[in-house]
């Protein structure tokens, strides 16, 4: 099991910062691992959405099933899933300390299943390494 968390400040309202990542397939614009990420299902996203999301880690392509599991006012939670591990992406976000800025916390919890758990501790420095990148990535995005 992987655990990673970065909290940081973003130029933009909590609302317009939940509204622009609750849809998952925008991944593709902020997550530095994100090869593609497309919808599966139509209409609103809402809890139950889901996404086929191709990632490069450790050098090689993965493939997962995203699924939006809670969207609640100042949080959004997916989880990821193949056959190697279990990815959960818990999002929160709040006020800023001025107007118009928002402190977004990204928890990241990776959980391998079977021999992939051996990776676990490779793991944990290459995540550690892109939970910075995302942290760069999301301030790019939201001007910061």
């Not at 990542?21 to 809402?46: I, K, N, Y």
């Not at 800025?101 to 892109?130: D, I, N, R």
């Amino acid at each position: 099991m992987v655990d990673v968390k970065r909290t940081f400040t973003v130029r933009a309202s909590p609302d317009a910062v939940l509204d622009y990542l609750r849809d998952f397939s925008r991944a593709e614009e902020w997550d530095p691992g994100t090869v593609s990420c497309r919808r599966l299902d139509d209409g609103p996203v809402r809890v139950g959405s889901t996404w086929h999301n191709v990632s490069k880690f450790l050098g090689s392509e993965t493939e997962l099933r995203y699924e939006l599991t809670v969207s609640e006012p100042g949080r959004l939670q997916f989880i990821g899933r193949n056959n190697t591990a279990t990815s959960t992406d818990d999002i929160r976000v709040g006020p800023g300390e001025r107007p118009g800025e928002s402190a977004l916390t990204y928890h990241a919890h990776v959980e391998f299943h079977g021999a992939a758990k051996l990776a676990a501790p490779v793991a944990k420095v290459a995540l550690e390494k892109l939970g910075t990148e995302t942290e760069q990535s999301l301030t790019r995005v939201f001007g910061g």
